[in-house]
């Protein structure tokens, strides 16, 4: 039996990973700390669990691994404390908006050598598997040139507020692409251009909820991505992920969450997407669980958190420069 | 009024329907390639030769029209407009912002009328995306993604894949969606540009764009002459309080021929409409001629359409962002 803890409800994915962690077999939830104890006890109660207030008493339990899914600028200390208690750590992204603070952190679970994840689920989808798959055995030859959008609701709270998120849409919703990038292609950003603006929301958002990216990869691919809070709440989903690659050989498309049926109900304010396939949370918070059990790092470990943090800081530099610049 | 049409290709071969359509006569066809010009007279009832500046001279011509490669522009509109006739020009308006200038300063001086044909401002489905998001549906508009492109046209061989005359996809083509901005969102502050314009291994070019207009909006716009077929337009319109959202492949009509080869044919989309967008600028134009109306494009119009494409093109050289 696995035994792990969840430290901070602050960002909604907890509450996924709370309910894989209950649907893996010879895994137990086996508490839950958060600095917001209205939230924690809630939780603790939704997902069958015990809550802790006190973070030295949570983290001497005997879990063996934790997930941290706090403010983005309170990963860095919530992570330290945990990797100085020994667990296993997978950490929502962006690891952390800070380029050093995520360097930081890295090196407390190198010291304390404990395995250190960043939560990029989309790895563990199945329709961006196949595309890894794909490029990678040379169907679509070389690939010059890729355009990506990571739309999404507004979140609101937190992520809207620079001082816990440390930016706003283009901090939110520029790490994954960049991870999947990275993964797909072994190679490194090294230079971005960004536009970003606070602008769909009546200014009611302190941070910026758009930003257009224009980046280059080693070997000089060309990437635009779009991280944006652009769905309205009549959406009829969250968002999407999609990429479209240019290659010498042919061009491939995905729409990563596109596994879905329409749903008209009268009973919904908005048409809706109900999902079908894989759940990608699963297969990261299962990746997770086998990297404690073979003491290894999971999957997107904290050097790629690493790497998608100075893409995010560099496109804020960019924005601020009002210029291209390297990563 | 009698047409002489220059340039008898793809373009050439729609607008000469149009001309028909619009109540002109289309007199003489032109083009160097003497077949082209012939087949299509001899549809029409025209005249077909091969050398165009020399059919500007014809007295009995009102109308020049200019379907021919992108570099032909120039030389074609100073030769009609010294000869007093009006002027209808595919876009792009001229190959650089200093030939524009060149052709404007040439249109002036004889007080001749110049139409260049930004179509999409007159496609129904621009129309309603530019309603929609003027009528305030979706509150303040702060986000535009455009997204055009498919097939590289005509082969590797046409002078489209000669970018240094078609300007590549950034300039041929994603020019309408520039303009399109321009003309429902107002003025650019500037352009960043990434373009691949590749011949080896294969030609292709793929272009993408994020444009700050000067009211604050961004906008993306993705240019494709990459696909290996097909071709494909999206937009969408993000607001304070809504989207819009536009995509041709889910266009009301699909079809597609059984074919003898092994990989199958192509889906074809279509989206019929009593009256094309090809004929709506030619009615435009000469309703202008006719009436004295101010069309939907501005010859100015066309010149900053060129400016924006021809910034974003020093972008994708420099690397960097390029101020308006
Ligand atoms: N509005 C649109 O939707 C649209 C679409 C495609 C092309 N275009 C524009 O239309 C123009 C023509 O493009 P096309 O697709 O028809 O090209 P095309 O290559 O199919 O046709 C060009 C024709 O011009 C002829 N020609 C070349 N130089 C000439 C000259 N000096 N005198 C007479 N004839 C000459 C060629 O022989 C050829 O028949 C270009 O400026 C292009 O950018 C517009």
Same mark, same amino acid.
């Not at chain 1, 983005?72 to 050093?100: D, F, T």
């Not at chain 1, 050598?113 to 055995?137: E, N, S, Y």
């Not at chain 2, 011509?61 to 030769?79: N, S």
């Not at chain 2, 005509?154 to 520039?178: E, Q, R």
């Given at each position: ?40 006890? /809630? ?31 309170? =990963? ?22 800070? &380029? ?17 994840? /960043? /939560? ?55 790490? =994954? ?35 257009? &990216? ?114 | 009024? #009698? ?54 001279? #014809?007295? #009995? ?20 407009? @010294? ?11 001229? @190959? ?15 007080? $001749? ?6 179509? $999409? ?19 303040? $508009?702060?986000?535009? +993604? ?17 970018? +240094? +005359? ?23 502050? @500037? ?6 314009? +590749? ?15 000067? #009211? ?63 004929? @709506? ?40 962002? $390029?101020?308006?």
């Amino acid at each position: 039996m696995v035994n792990i803890g969840i430290m901070s409800f602050a960002h909604m994915h907890a509450y996924s990973y709370a309910a894989c962690f209950n649907a893996l077999p010879g895994v137990k939830l086996a508490g839950i700390w958060d600095d917001d104890k209205k939230r924690g006890q /809630a939780a603790a109660k939704q997902f069958n669990t015990t809550y802790t207030g006190n973070l030295t008493q949570f983290l001497s339990g005997k879990m063996e691994g934790v997930c941290i899914c706090s403010e983005n600028v309170k =990963h860095r200390s919530m992570v330290e404390e945990a990797a100085a208690a020994g667990k296993w750590i997978l950490c929502e992204k962006p690891l952390s908006p800070s &380029l050093e603070d995520a360097k930081a952190m890295v090196k407390a679970c190198k010291q304390a050598k404990v395995g250190l994840g /960043a /939560a990029f689920p989309c790895r563990f989808a199945p329709t961006l598997m196949a595309v890894r798959d794909r490029i990678r055995a040379g169907e679509f030859g070389e690939i010059y040139a890729a355009s990506c959008t990571n739309h999404g609701q507004s979140p609101g709270g937190w992520f809207a507020d620079d001082v816990l998120a440390g930016g706003g849409a283009t901090m939110d919703h520029t790490v =994954h692409v960049v991870d999947l990038m990275r993964w797909i292609f072994d190679r490194e950003f090294t230079k971005v251009h960004c536009e970003s603006g606070n602008q769909l929301h009546k200014k009611t958002l302190k941070t910026d909820d758009l930003g257009s &990216l224009n980046l280059e990869m080693e070997g000089g691919m060309q990437v635009s991505h779009l991280a944006s809070w652009s769905r309205p709440k009549s959406y009829p989903t969250w968002g999407d992920v999609t990429m479209e690659f240019i290659g010498s050989k042919g061009v491939l498309y995905v729409d990563a969450f596109g596994q879905k049926v329409n749903v008209y109900s009268d009973r919904a304010a908005r048409s809706e997407w109900a999902s079908y396939g894989d759940n990608p949370d699963l297969g990261l918070v299962h990746d997770f669980i086998e990297s404690i059990r073979e003491r290894r790092s999971p999957c997107a470990s904290g050097e790629d958190g690493v790497a998608a943090t100075a893409v995010t800081v560099a496109a804020y530099k960019s924005i601020k420069a009002g210029k291209a610049v390297r990563i | 009024m #009698n047409v002489l049409l220059i340039g008898c290709g793809g373009m050439g071969r729609m607008h000469a329907e149009m001309i028909s359509r619009s109540g002109l006569t289309l007199a003489v066809c032109a083009d160097e390639a003497r077949p082209a010009a012939v087949a299509l007279a001899q549809k029409y009832g025209a005249k077909a030769v091969t050398d165009g500046l020399k059919a500007i001279e #014809n007295k #009995n011509i009102d109308i020049v029209a200019i379907a021919t490669p992108t570099p032909e522009h120039l030389p074609l509109i100073k030769a009609a407009a @010294r000869a007093g006739k009006h002027i209808f020009c595919e876009k792009p308006f001229c @190959r650089t912002v200093k030939e524009c200038e060149a052709a404007l300063a040439a249109v002036d001086k004889a007080g $001749v009328k110049l139409f260049v044909g930004h179509v $999409v401002r007159y496609f129904h489905e621009f129309e309603t995306l530019r309603e929609q998001a003027k009528s305030g549906r979706i509150g303040e $508009v702060g986000f535009v +993604k455009l997204y055009r492109g498919g097939l590289l046209p005509n082969g590797p061989k046409s002078w489209f894949a000669d970018y +240094k +005359k078609s300007g590549g996809v950034t300039m041929d083509c994603m020019i309408h969606d520039l303009d399109w901005l321009r003309y429902t969102f107002g003025e650019p502050k @500037r352009i960043f540009c990434q373009a691949l314009m +590749k011949s080896k291994p294969v030609f292709m070019d793929y272009s993408q764009v994020t444009m700050r207009m000067k #009211n604050g909006i961004i906008a993306t716009v993705i240019g494709s002459w990459a696909h290996p077929a097909g071709f494909r337009v999206k937009a969408e319109l993000c607001g304070s309080e809504g989207l819009i959202a536009y995509d041709s492949a889910e266009a009301p009509l699909t079809s597609m021929l059984r074919s003898e080869s092994a990989t199958g044919s192509m889906i074809v989309p279509s989206s019929p409409v009593s009256e094309s967008p090809y004929l @709506r600028e030619w009615l435009d134009f000469v309703q202008w001629i006719d009436t004295g109306k101010c069309p939907r494009v501005s010859p100015a119009d066309a010149l900053k359409a060129v400016a924006m494409a021809e910034a974003a093109l020093t972008s994708a050289r420099t690397g960097q962002p $390029v101020a308006f």
